[in-house]
C-alpha cells in the first residue's frame, strides 16, 4: 500500500513533476495533430487518386494506345466481377483561351471520355459544377450545339480563392477553348505528316471538373471520346483508346478484380494477335488504381514514414525528459529510499514506487495531451478560419494547394496507440534511474556512511 | 540469559581516496535477550558502522552476525528484508521521516511494507490502532495527521521510536537517537527508551554521550576498531 501512497505523494507534492506532466501532454499533443492531419492528408489523396481512376485501369503506357477496345468492353461488360467500364483516349495539347488571351498557347492534356460511363466508373460527375445530367455534360448551357469541354476547375486561371474555394458563374459561360493537338497514327509516327501536322478544334466551356488533384484540376480537359480521338488520330485506321477505367462490383475486392481483369485481357490479346495493330496490346498493363498512381502516391506516403520517424524521435526525447526528471526526483530521495530499506521494503517495492510514479506521470499527460489534441483538431477549421478571417493566416496557402479543409478526421486507435506508446515511454524513462534507486545499499541512500 | 545477538570478528573498511580506512578491526560483541547495551566511543570510531552492521544495512568485510543463532550472511536478499522489516527496528539520529507521509502513515510504513496492497486491508484496522496506541504513549496523539516538517525534533524523533515499534521487533537499534536533541528533550526520549527495555525489549544504543552511555545495563567501548572493554 505504502508503494500507491509515496507514488501519489511524490506526484502531487513535487512541483518538478508538472514539467514532467507538461513535457509528455505537450508530445502527445503535438503527435496526435500531426499524425491525424498528415494521416488524414495521405487518406484523402488516395482516395481522391481512387476516385479519379476507379478500381482498375487497362492502359497504354504509349500515347498510340490500343484497338479492339470496344470488343473487349463487351467481354467486361459480361464479366460478373465488373460493375462498369469506361474508356479514355489521352493525348497532349496545346489550348488557347482567346477571350482571357489569344497569346497564351499553354500545354494541357485531353481526356476524351464517355460522361455517362466515366461516371460509373469514376465519381466523375461529383466533380462537376453546374451539370445535373451526365447525358448533357458537353453540351454547353448557353448554346447546346456547340461542341462542349469540361477543363479542370483550375486551367481557367484565376478563380481559386483565398478561402481555398473556386469562382463560379451563376451559368456556364461562353469560353471558348482552342484545342490543338498532333494526331499519332498506329505506328507513333505523326498521322498528317504532309499536310497539317496539326489538329485543331474549338469547344466551349460547358463546367468544370474540381477532383481535388492538383495536376488534374490544373492540366486536364475534358472531351467527348469520339472529338478526342479525332484529335489524337485515334480515330484511323482502328479506332484506339488509351485506358480503360474499371469499376469492380462491392464484394470484390480489387485485388481479385485484378487479377479477373488480367486473365481476361490475357485471354483477349491471345484471341487478338493475329489481328492488324496488336502489337500495340505489348504496351498495354492492367493494374489497380494504387499501382496506376504509384507515381504520384508514393512521394506522399514517404512523406508519411518520415513524419513517423521524426515523431518517433520525438517519444525518444519524451522517455529522455522523463528519464531526467526520475533521475532528479530519485536524487533528492535517496534518503527515503534508505528510510525505506531500513524498514524492509524490497528492492521491487522501491522499484514499483517509482515505476508507479511514471505511470502517473505517463497517464496524466497522455490523457490530458489527448484531450488537448482531441479538442484542437475538432476546433482546428474554425480555429484557421478565424485566424483568417482576423488575420489572414492560414496553415496551408490555398491559392496554391488543393486541400479544402484540414483533415481532422480522429482515429481513436491512433490516439489509443499514441497514448499507449507515450506511457510506455514513461515506464521506459523511469526504468533506469528507478532499478538504480532500488539498487542502492541502504547505507549509501542514507547517507549515513559516515564513521 | 539468552544471546539475542552475537557478532563476531567483524572487519570493515573503507576506501578514502588512494587509501583504505580499516573502520572495525576484528570486533566481538554479544548481546542477551531484554538488555539496554550502548556503544560509546569517540566521533569516528565506527560506533554507527558496527550497529549498521548488527541491523543488516550494511555488510562486514570479514566475519560474522548471528541473530537467534542465524548467520545475517545465509540470508538471501527476502529474507534480509524480512529481517530488518520484523527482527530489528531502527532509530536515526536525523530521525529519517517521510517528508510526504503523516504522522500516523510513517508509523505504519513498516507495517504496510510487511504485506501486499491487498493484505493491507486485512491488516489495516489492526496496524492502525496499534501506530495509535504507539503514538499516545509518547505522546503524539493529537499529531496523527501533521506531516515531519510540522513537528518538533523531540517529536520527530518519538515518530521514528513508534515506527521502530509498529512490528514488534525483538531488537531496536538506536544511532545517537539523542544527538540532534536539545538535552530536556533528549531526556525525555532517553526515557522513554529506557520505559521500553523495562518492559523487555532488547536494545543497542550508540551513543557518545558518557552520561546517556551509564544508563545502559551493559556499555561496550570502542576504541580504534576494537572492543576495549565491556561493562
Given at each position: 500500500m505504502y508503494k500507491w501512497i509515496l507514488a501519489s505523494r511524490y506526484f502531487l507534492k513535487r512541483p518538478i513533476t508538472i514539467l514532467a506532466v507538461s513535457a509528455v501532454s505537450l508530445c502527445v499533443f503535438i503527435v496526435i495533430v500531426v499524425m491525424t492531419v498528415m494521416n488524414g492528408l495521405v487518406i484523402d489523396f488516395k482516395e481522391k487518386n481512387h476516385n479519379f481512376v476507379g478500381d482498375c485501369v487497362v492502359e497504354s503506357?504509349?500515347?498510340v494506345g490500343f484497338g479492339y477496345y470496344e470488343e473487349f468492353l463487351e467481354r467486361l461488360k459480361n464479366e460478373s466481377s465488373v460493375l462498369a467500364a469506361s474508356p479514355v483516349s489521352k493525348g497532349v495539347a496545346m489550348a488557347v483561351m482567346p477571350r482571357i488571351d489569344k497569346n497564351n498557347n499553354f500545354g494541357v492534356e485531353i481526356y476524351g471520355i464517355d460522361p455517362v460511363l466515366h461516371s460509373r466508373t469514376t465519381t466523375f460527375s461529383q466533380t462537376l459544377y453546374y451539370t445535373k445530367d451526365t447525358l448533357k455534360t458537353f453540351e454547353p448551357e448557353y448554346d447546346p450545339q456547340r461542341p462542349g469541354c469540361v477543363p479542370g476547375?483550375?486551367?481557367?486561371?484565376?478563380?481559386?480563392?483565398?478561402?481555398g474555394g473556386y469562382y463560379h458563374w451563376d451559368s456556364p459561360v461562353g469560353l471558348e477553348f482552342i484545342i490543338s493537338a498532333f494526331p499519332l497514327n498506329s505506328k507513333g509516327a505523326l498521322a498528317r505528316a504532309g499536310t497539317d501536322l496539326v489538329s485543331t478544334k474549338s469547344f466551349y466551356y460547358s463546367d468544370d471538373s474540381h477532383s481535388g488533384l492538383a495536376r488534374a484540376d490544373g492540366s486536364v480537359i475534358y472531351l467527348p471520346l469520339q472529338q478526342a480521338q479525332i484529335l489524337c488520330g485515334m480515330d484511323t485506321p482502328f479506332k484506339r483508346i488509351s485506358s480503360i477505367h474499371i469499376k469492380f462490383k462491392e464484394d470484390i475486392s480489387v485485388p481479385d478484380g485484378v487479377e479477373k481483369i488480367q486473365s481476361l485481357w490475357n485471354d483477349f490479346c491471345e484471341q487478338y494477335k493475329n489481328k492488324p495493330g496488336a502489337d500495340l496490346f505489348d504496351n498495354v498493363r492492367v493494374q489497380s488504381w494504387q499501382v496506376n498512381r504509384r507515381s504520384i502516391i508514393a512521394p506522399m506516403e514517404t512523406e508519411q514514414v518520415m513524419m513517423m520517424v521524426a515523431f518517433m524521435m520525438l517519444g525518444v526525447i519524451t522517455v529522455f525528459i522523463i528519464f531526467v526528471v526520475l533521475y532528479m526526483i530519485i536524487s533528492h530521495k535517496s534518503k527515503d529510499i534508505g528510510i525505506l530499506k531500513s524498514v524492509g521494503v524490497p528492492v521491487r517495492g522501491i522499484l514499483t514506487v517509482f515505476l508507479l510514479f511514471s505511470v502517473f506521470v505517463g497517464l496524466i499527460g497522455a490523457s490530458l495531451g489527448s484531450i488537448a489534441g482531441y479538442a484542437f483538431l475538432v476546433k482546428v477549421n474554425d480555429l484557421e478560419g478565424w485566424l483568417h478571417a482576423k488575420y489572414q493566416w492560414q496553415l496551408w496557402d490555398r491559392t496554391m494547394y488543393a486541400i479544402g479543409d484540414i483533415p481532422n478526421t480522429i482515429e481513436l486507435p491512433v490516439i489509443a496507440a499514441i497514448f499507449v506508446s507515450a506511457l510506455a515511454a514513461c515506464i521506459i524513462g523511469g526504468l533506469v534511474p528507478s532499478l538504480q534507486a532500488a539498487r542502492k545499499k541502504p547505507v549509501e541512500s542514507l547517507q549515513v556512511n559516515q564513521l | 540469559m539468552n544471546t539475542i545477538l552475537r557478532a563476531k570478528n567483524i572487519h570493515k573498511s573503507y576506501k578514502m581516496g588512494k587509501a583504505r580506512l580499516e573502520v572495525l578491526k576484528g570486533v566481538d560483541l554479544t548481546v542477551p535477550k531484554g538488555r539496554l547495551v550502548a556503544i560509546i566511543g569517540a566521533?569516528?570510531?565506527?560506533k554507527s558502522t558496527l550497529l549498521h552492521i548488527l541491523g543488516a544495512l550494511d555488510t562486514p568485510d570479514q566475519g560474522d552476525v548471528e541473530f537467534d543463532g542465524q548467520n545475517?550472511?545465509?540470508?538471501r536478499r527476502s529474507k534480509l528484508d524480512q529481517f530488518r522489516n520484523k527482527k530489528v527496528g531502527f532509530v536515526f539520529q536525523f530521525y529519517?521521516?517521510?517528508?510526504?507521509?503523516s504522522v500516523l502513515e510513517n508509523v505504519l510504513v513498516p507495517a504496510m511494507a510487511s504485506t501486499g496492497t491487498l493484505g493491507w486491508f486485512n491488516l489495516r484496522e489492526k496496524a492502525e490502532n496499534k501506530a495509535k496506541v504507539l503514538l499516545e504513549r509518547f505522546g503524539l496523539k493529537e499529531r496523527l495527521r501533521h506531516k515531519p516538517y510540522e513537528l518538533s525534533g523531540g517529536e520527530r524523533q518519538r515518530v521514528a521510536i513508534a515506527r521502530a515499534l509498529i512490528n514488534d521487533p525483538p531488537l531496536l537499534l538506536a544511532d545517537e537517537p539523542t544527538g540532534n536533541l536539545d538535552s530536556r528533550t533528549g531526556h525525555g526520549i532517553l526515557e522513554a527508551l529506557k520505559e521500553l527495555n523495562a518492559e523487555g525489549q532488547t536494545m543497542i544504543m550508540v551513543t557518545h554521550d558518557e552520561r546517556i552511555a551509564a544508563q545502559a545495563q551493559t556499555v561496550i567501548r570502542l576504541v580504534d576498531g576494537k572492543i576495549k572493554q565491556a561493562e
Open positions: 503506357d504509349s500515347l476547375v483550375d486551367v481557367i486561371p484565376g478563380r481559386r480563392q483565398s478561402d | 566521533s569516528g570510531c565506527g545475517l550472511k545465509t540470508f529519517h521521516l517521510l517528508d510526504e507521509l
